[in-house]
């Protein structure tokens, strides 16, 4: 597997594929892998014939107070996982390389109608870090593919978008959440979490799908519904900062008529913050 830190030995190294006729699949990611990351890295194979993923812990997309001095580097681990599911090259690019004239002085992008509610609304700034870090690489790599996790659901609606708003001609792949037996989904910020945590972050999960059952039975009320899992995950130890029935595609909140729906969550345990979702069509 080939490593780049410069965006030149990368560019140089993708020209000569594109040049040769392969597709490039790109997986970006901030590292700390696991299966999740692995099951898009999977997906790419499967399409494409030079698969690159990047690490890159992103400093634009983390607000002030939250992780980014303390979030999990496994750069040699990470390594070793790529190669054996055969990816190709990983870009690791230095802060530097990425924003050379500072983050402070970058031309931003943003998806205000999408990022408007859950994590956009708890996060400020958060999306527009997103947005500007993935065009970079859009544009760096001109990927054939991208693949994105939908456990990250309200962040691969927004991507989608800006590639069809922007005219970036790259496929954007949405790939299903990898989750630990318990049913959690899996994350980089699980590692926060003690031995005992674990089982209750689990009913982040349990309450997504109590949900649905509910609406399934015929429950129109959703703000009871909302009301509802919010008081299971307190009693459950987990401290609530949203837990939205919305509808699947303009993430605005689902109206008694609307019937694709997806269900966005996020609660704090302890300092570490976990989101899931979970797509419902009535
Ligand atoms: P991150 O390193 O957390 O920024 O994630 C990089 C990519 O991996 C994003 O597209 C995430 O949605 C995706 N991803 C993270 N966790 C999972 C998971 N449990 N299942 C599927 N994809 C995931």
């Given at each position: ?35 999740g ?114 456990k ?25 959440t990898?989750r630990?037996?318990?049913?959690l989904a899996m994350s ?17 999960q ?70 899931d ?6």
């Amino acid at each position: 597997m080939q490593i780049f830190e410069t965006r030149d030995d990368l560019q140089k190294t993708l020209a000569t594929c594109r040049q040769s006729g392969q597709h490039i699949g790109l997986v970006p990611t901030m590292g700390n892998l696991h299966e999740g990351h692995l099951a898009l890295v999977d997906a790419a194979r499967k399409q494409c014939q030079y698969v690159l993923s990047t690490i890159f812990v992103n400093p634009l997309q983390f607000g002030p107070g939250e992780d980014l001095d303390n979030y999990p580097k496994t750069l040699e681990s990470d390594y070793e996982l790529l190669a054996s599911r055969h990816c190709d090259g990983v870009f690791v690019p230095a802060v530097s390389e990425m924003y050379p004239n500072g983050i402070n002085n970058q031309t931003l992008v943003s998806v205000p109608t999408l990022s408007r509610h859950h994590c956009g609304l708890s996060r400020p700034g958060h999306f527009e870090g997103v947005c500007t870090i993935v065009s970079k690489l859009f544009n760096l790599t001109m990927p054939d593919m991208a693949f994105f996790g939908e456990k990250d659901y309200q962040q691969l609606q927004i991507i989608k978008k800006m590639t069809t708003d922007l005219c970036i001609p790259v496929k954007v792949v949405g790939v299903p959440t990898q989750r630990t037996e318990s049913g959690l989904a899996m994350s980089s910020r699980n590692n926060y979490l003690e031995d005992r945590q674990v089982s209750i972050a689990a009913n982040l999960q349990r309450s997504l799908k109590m949900t649905v059952e509910k609406l399934k039975q015929g429950e129109t009320n959703f703000s009871a519904l909302e009301l509802d899992a919010g008081e299971f995950l307190t009693t459950a130890g987990l401290k609530v900062d949203y837990f939205n029935i919305s509808h699947a595609v303009t993430l605005e909140p689902a109206g008694a008529r609307d019937s694709n729906l997806v269900i966005l969550a996020a609660v704090f345990l302890g300092k570490t913050r976990l989101i899931d979702n979970i797509r419902v069509q009535l």
